[in-house]
């Protein structure tokens, strides 16, 4: 690896790195927007702005950037919005409805990278190594683990057990856009890719959300919930997709699924101090064991097996 290509590695990672934090920040900020307009709205309007940010950008300054998309990758892309922007985010935020966002901000970073592995290694031939399935056993209890703990304090949780199970489905839809999302950059900006994904999987939403527009008191929103959902368009949505999208066109899916064992650490210091979430003990053991699950099923061969690595055409 020469001198370029370190430091091309190296911004990759940092750019992840801040991804990190901006998805941590995500969960907090979406659960305090489902707390004023419905679910569907909510997941539209971030979106939505996401997406018109992204088609702007590309009228304005991608003209003769960008190589043109060949026909046969479009049905492709679009099954990347729909399963990563549409189906994703409606479970997000309707899970956010019923459970809490310390869950969301703890379920769907860490059980994704693990749905991830197993997706790269079935469909991807990536290959699994012994410390890896003991991390994929590990992580699989910690999560059992973490389901029981909502319930530790002896009272039934109907709700947000519903809520966290809408979530899981959430994890597992990231984890296929994510592998789905490798094959399809090859050879294509992640910029680009991602803009498409995301107007695409928006308009989905919003035909989705219509209905719920009628109940919305659109007059008495303030400049506080524009300005959080600008917040969310623009940093969790914008610049940290593609911020994944060149991860996982560099330095591969695994790689760089790896990253979102980072969010837990700022989105549940963030639910604490602004929501006042807090997980439970059972709960906080069970996230234990996720992590530890997550970093051994992201810790690579050593030495004679090559790490899965997607990089960008020439």
């Not at 046969?72 to 549409?86: D, E, K, P």
């Not at 330095?251 to 064992?261: D, H, K, L, Q, T």
């Not at 980072?262 to 234990?288: H, R």
């Amino acid at each position: 690896m020469n001198q370029g290509e370190k430091g091309s590695v190296s911004l990759t990672y940092s750019l992840l790195g801040l991804m990190s934090i901006f998805w941590g920040s995500a969960f907090v900020g979406s659960k305090m927007v489902v707390g004023v307009v419905p679910p569907t709205v909510a997941a539209f309007i971030r979106f939505g702005l996401g997406g018109l940010m992204m088609g702007l950008y590309l009228l304005v300054r991608g003209r003769g950037r960008y190589a043109p998309i060949p026909r046969q990758r479009w049905f492709s892309i679009a099954l990347l919005g729909i399963i990563g922007v549409t189906i994703f985010n409606a479970c997000v935020f309707l899970g956010l409805d019923y459970a809490t966002a310390a869950d969301a901000t703890m379920m769907i970073p860490t059980l994704s990278p693990v749905i991830t592995v197993i997706l790269t290694v079935l469909f991807l031939k990536g290959s699994l190594t012994g410390k890896q399935g003991i991390g994929l056993s590990v992580a699989i209890l910690g999560s059992l683990i973490f389901f029981v703990g909502i319930n530790s304090s002896g009272e039934i949780a109907p709700q947000r057990l519903l809520g966290d199970g809408i979530l899981l489905i959430a994890a597992i839809c990231w984890s296929i856009y994510t592998t789905v999302g490798s094959r399809v950059l090859a050879g294509l900006d992640p910029f680009l890719v991602t803009a498409c994904s995301l107007l695409l999987g928006s308009s989905i939403l919003g035909v989705i959300a219509w209905p719920s527009f009628s109940t919305v008191e659109w007059e008495s929103l303030g400049w506080q919930f524009w300005a959080l959902q600008g917040y969310l368009a623009l940093f969790p949505t914008v610049l940290s997709n593609w911020f994944y999208y060149r991860g996982i066109q560099h330095v591969g899916p695994s790689r760089a699924a790896v990253f979102m064992y980072f969010v837990p650490i700022s989105g549940l210091m963030l639910c604490w101090l602004i929501l006042d979430e807090k997980l439970g003990p059972i709960q906080l053991f069970g996230s234990g064991l996720l992590i530890v699950g997550v970093w051994l099923v992201n810790r690579g061969p050593k030495k004679s097996k090559k790490p899965l690595v997607i990089k960008e055409a020439a």
